[in-house]
Nanobody, 119 residues
Framework: VQLQASGGGLVQAGGSLRLSCVASGVTFNTYIMGWFRQAPGREREFVGA????????YNPTPVKGRFTISKDNAENTVYLQMNSLKPDDTAIYYCAAGRISPYSGYDYWGQGTQVTVSS
């Protein structure tokens, strides 16, 4: 099983990025796909997830309507569209695949992609 995240980079505050995560070695549409992030010196934080049927859930505290999760089952890919980015969004973003809950208990993790938001 491999989850390959990409799309990170350096962006100015107020800008946008779209992260992608391609899954291989799993039956993609049987998994909940989640996004997490970890900033330096901080614990990993749940960002959001999308269910098998395509229903997203978000952590309201960091997201506040700025992020959107979607997926393409035909491409085995989950996306995280991030708008109105802030310096506090700077972190390594990880995708994960699981079968139990959108909030925890993930079975597989990607390697992460760095997002840096400059002020």
């Amino acid at each position: 099983v491999q989850l390959q995240a990409s799309g990170g980079g350096l962006v100015q505050a107020g800008g946008s990025l779209r992260l992608s995560c391609v899954a291989s070695g799993v039956t993609f549409n049987t998994y909940i796909m989640g996004w997490f992030r970890q900033a330096p010196g901080r614990e990993r934080e749940f960002v959001g997830a999308i269910s098998r049927t395509g229903s997203p859930v978000y952590n309201p505290t960091p997201v506040k309507g700025r992020f959107t999760i979607s997926k393409d089952n035909a491409e085995n890919t989950v996306y995280l569209q991030m708008n109105s980015l802030k310096p506090d969004d700077t972190a390594i973003y990880y995708c994960a695949a699981g079968r139990i809950s959108p909030y925890s208990g993930y079975d597989y993790w990607g390697q992460g992609t760095q997002v840096t938001v400059s002020s």
